[in-house]
């Protein structure tokens, strides 16, 4: 009994539950072959400045490794990391903690989360990232240590980099600092105001050099939201674009060798990408209006017909944040976890939001509860970025939000269920960061 209860040890539980994770999760893609898309190739040039196919985290991580089945192994790895320290961050704020570092491991082996593992493209890494954002945050909203704030400042920037559409991470994070510093005008708060503004700007200079790729995601709009609905066609007309015969009953992809050498030089194509039928139908006088005006036209038709935001995304959310099956993004991996665990969104929607609640209520433990509110609702301006900017693949640019809303809602659990106080700065903090 004596030896039962020294493994039921937090640290040692957790060590041991780690371990069983890491090997699990080894062993759901153990012998398979990684899988690549017509993106993944786009994924191994790096480039931090100039044109830019892809944000630069993916490619960096994919020069460092070389090879598909390395790059499988990191995926895992950095999973490990991610999900273990969100499950030790998660036991940390509540009585239960054997109980919360269980279920976020469990949640961490969903088919929905590891088929991910085997595709050789950017979401295993940003679903890892997202969730070590989540465990930095309740680190850092615990500990002021060098290592809290070290691991936030990592989790910020390779969750920001990772798709151009988290970039409003960090320019949430930026507009808060100057906000902070502003009202109070202390010294450690400029230092911060000058880094996440400095940070935004080269995100900024990232999203410039992204825009021949977003000009691609511009037409998938096009094709499939504005042609087909009269309203918004002529909403579009009457605002600037081309009118030009035959585009609106054109639909699917072509072959690059169709589009016109001029239309290339304006929009320049990722690597094996397809271009989308209005690409090829609407020639260089759509070519360069998207390029000029597609985007912030759009954005008026989203600001003044709210409507048809709100209608686009009750479409897509049940899709995008509950996927039926792991299918939508074909891979082989093997899980024990039926994925019936991961739904329904809902359900997990609104546990986070009813425990959130409660915490406010309570007033306990307010920075980290003012933490995780702040973080979900970057999580739904991220998700509603996701969705009315993307016309394909929705279910896979939505999969690091339809994570984060269990691991929020996991967490908020178990802040609603923690303890009387709030934990102060652990040993192996102050330890770690000497």
């Known amino acids: 009994m004596r030896r039962l209860n020294s493994l039921l040890r937090t640290p040692v539980f957790f060590a041991l539950s780690l371990a069983v994770y890491a090997i699990a999760r080894w062993a759901a893609s153990a012998g398979e072959v990684a899988t690549r898309f017509p993106d993944s190739s786009g994924y191994e040039h790096l480039n931090f400045s100039g044109n830019i196919e892809r944000f630069w985290v993916v490619p960096l991580m994919y020069s460092i490794v070389r090879t598909d089945s390395q790059r499988v192994i990191l995926h895992i790895a950095i999973g490990v990391f ?54 930095a945050t309740l680190h850092l909203s615990q500990s002021s240590s060098r290592l809290a704030r070290l691991l936030w400042v990592v989790f910020l920037v390779l969750t ?11 320019f949430a994070c930026a507009g808060y600092s100057i906000v902070k510093y502003f009202l109070s005008r202390h010294h450690r708060h400029r230092a911060s105001m000058i880094f996440l503004v400095s940070l935004s700007l080269w995100g900024a200079v990232q999203l410039r050099g992204n ?5 691609v995601n511009f037409y998938t709009v096009l094709q499939r939201r504005i042609c087909p609905n009269n309203d918004a066609y002529n909403w579009f007309i009457a605002h600037g674009l081309p009118e030009i015969a035959g585009l609106r009953e054109v639909r699917g992809y072509g072959r690059s060798t ?48 709210p409507s048809s935001a709100v209608r686009i995304i009750q479409a897509k959310a049940h899709k995008t944040l509950g996927p039926r099956d792991e299918t939508f993004l074909p891979t082989r991996t093997r899980t024990i976890i039926p994925h019936q665990l991961f739904d329904p969104w809902w359900a997990w929607l609104m546990i986070a939001l009813a425990t959130l609640a409660i915490s406010w209520l309570s007033r306990a433990k307010i920075r980290i509860v003012q933490a995780m509110t702040a973080l979900g609702t970057v999580t739904t301006v991220v998700f509603t970025a996701s969705i009315l900017t993307s016309a394909v693949e929705y279910e896979r640019h939505g999969a690091t939000v339809a994570a984060m809303v269990r691991v929020l809602a996991i967490a908020s659990l178990a802040l609603a269920l923690g303890r009387e106080k709030a934990i102060e700065p652990s040993e192996d903090d102050d330890v770690l960061s000497r």
Do not use: C
Request: net charge neutral; no cysteine.
């Open 160 to 170: 920001s980099f990772t798709r151009p559409v988290n970039l409003v991470v960090v």
């Open 258 to 305: 169709q589009l016109e050498n001029d239309v290339r030089e304006i929009v320049h194509l990722p690597m094996q990408q397809m271009p989308p039928m209005t690409m090829i139908a609407g020639g260089v006088v759509l070519a360069q209006w998207v390029q000029d005006h597609g985007w912030t036209t759009y954005a008026k038709y989203i600001a003044t017909h």
């Open 211 to 215: 825009e021949s790729a977003s000009a």
């Open 82 to 135: 991610t999900w273990g320290y969100l499950a030790w961050r998660t036991g940390s704020i509540t009585r239960l903690r054997r109980v919360f570092i269980t279920g976020v491991l469990v949640l961490g082996l969903t088919p929905q989360i590891i088929h991910f593992d085997l595709a050789i493209l950017s979401e295993s890494l940003g679903i890892s990232f997202a969730v070590g954002a989540l465990a």
